[in-house]
């Protein structure tokens, strides 16, 4: 009876002995090094394309971390690989891109940071308002771990350092300069974002769509131009621009299955000069969001058959009815390999607790690249949450004080250390789930 009491305890605590090593293994790193290295990266944020200093340092920490480091793929971006025997190959992918923001968060490593913006031409300040200096540094922390424990796992591991996430350029890019056939392949794709919704050190995954896809559309809207005093001489584009935006309401409205998310946002209306004055063009700027390839077709067909017809009824000749053009930044939805997220689910439950994860919807619609990775050809892939605010940071929000910061603000902050470290644990954890002989 006592000999089977101790092989019960034996067995109990044997299952968080590896999380616990693992914790304590990544916290000492975090308190030697990649604390001051997300100090670094926070304090020196650099705008989309031009992210030179941000890649230098990436190179260099895997480098020294006992990758071979390739520099200048698809731009700024970084590819480090190292091989460990027969097994499969696995992608993990951090963006480093930051924002043309000024940060306000009141930290005392807060962001004071310029550079020239390659889109305007103008001297910005710039900051990380979205939390890739959270995802850079944990893919740093997770480099050290897997090159100090080659023990435990087999295959080749790749890690990915993207520029330009924010403009949807950068993972085109990449694969663009052929990664896939430079480098290889991989069998499995990973990545994380942390948020600032979500409680920190806490994993968020589901299965299916956690990210929408997005379509940058552009309508230009022909006039007759006038006097503002005899509007009847011409024809007024606000006017029908106007009527446009109100009938693109009704796509999501009345023509997409109310289960079927989607999103059809005019952003931008600009036209005219003077009070007195009928323009002869408008230009709407839409941003267009859906998780279905079929939701996709759906808006922009509509978008296009809206704003062409009203032209029409607005008694406009066919060579000056409105134009519909759709960017080339646009990006898929992202879409979870369900059967790989229980697969990780499970391997994040047994090391670090059920606690750790959940499965929390979505509830807006923000894009990511990360699917030009994963399609044509399809990698089974998963991207989940990392939480990066303390929950009392919620409670003071629910009884009544300061809200918690949303992405892209100035007031954006997360907490470092459990938003760091959770991200290397659970990209560890993922990784030997994946890489295990």
């Not at 993207?162 to 403009?167: F, G, I, Y």
């Not at 230009?220 to 584009?237: F, L, M």
């Not at 109100?246 to 000069?273: K, N, Y």
């Amino acid at each position: 009876m006592i000999k089977r009491v101790f092989c019960l305890l034996a067995v109990l605590f044997s299952l968080p002995a590896f999380a616990s090593e693992l914790s304590d293994a990544v916290s000492k790193d975090y308190t030697e090094h990649l604390g001051d290295l997300f100090d670094h990266f926070h304090r020196n944020p650099e705008l989309s394309t031009i992210e030179h200093e941000t890649a230098r340092r990436m190179a260099m920490e895997l480098s020294l971390a006992g990758f071979d480091v390739t520099e200048g793929v698809g731009g700024t971006g970084v590819v480090a690989m190292l091989e460990n025997g027969a097994g499969p190959l696995v992608m993990m992918r951090a963006d480093m891109d930051g924002l043309p923001v000024e940060e306000k968060s009141g930290l005392e490593n807060a962001s004071r940071a310029k550079q020239i913006d390659p889109i305007t031409g103008n001297e910005v300040f710039t900051m990380h308002a979205c939390g890739h200096d959270v995802h850079i540094t944990s893919l740093v922390g997770t480099a050290r771990h897997m090159a100090a424990n080659r023990d435990e796992w087999t295959g080749t591991l790749m890690l990915l350092v993207q520029p330009a996430e924010e403009r949807v350029l950068g993972a085109r890019a990449m694969r663009d300069d052929d990664i896939w056939e430079r480098f290889g392949k991989p069998d499995y794709a990973l990545a994380f974002h942390v948020s600032s919704s979500g409680v920190a050190g806490i994993i968020n995954v589901q299965e299916g769509s956690p990210y929408a896809g997005a379509d940058t559309v552009d309508i230009i809207v022909h006039g007759v131009g006038a006097h503002g005093a005899s509007p009847h001489r011409g024809k007024d584009p606000i006017v029908l621009g106007s009527q446009i935006v109100l009938a693109l309401q009704t796509l999501v409205a009345r023509e997409l299955s109310p289960r079927d998310p989607g999103v059809v946002t005019v952003g931008s209306f600009h036209s005219g000069t003077k009070h007195n004055i009928i323009s002869d063009r408008a230009h709407l700027q839409l941003t267009v969001r859906n998780t279905s390839p079929e939701t996709r077709r759906i808006l922009l067909e509509g978008i296009e058959r809206i704003a062409v017809n009203m032209g029409r009824v607005a008694g406009l000749p066919e060579d000056k009815l409105p134009e519909v053009i759709i960017s080339n930044e646009s990006v898929p939805p992202v879409v979870n390999d369900a059967a790989l997220v229980r697969r990780l689910r499970s391997a994040w439950i047994e090391s670090m607790g059920d606690e750790a994860v959940v499965d929390i919807p979505t509830k807006g619609m923000g894009a990511e690249d990360f699917p030009f990775f994963t399609m044509d050809p399809e990698i089974s892939s998963v991207y989940w949450s990392m939480g990066g605010t303390p929950q009392e940071a919620f409670d003071i929000e629910a009884a009544g004080g300061e809200p918690v910061p949303s992405h892209h603000s100035p007031l954006f902050k997360i907490s470092p250390e459990p938003s760091v470290t959770k991200g290397v644990e659970s990209t560890v954890v993922a990784l030997k789930a994946l890489m295990q002989e």
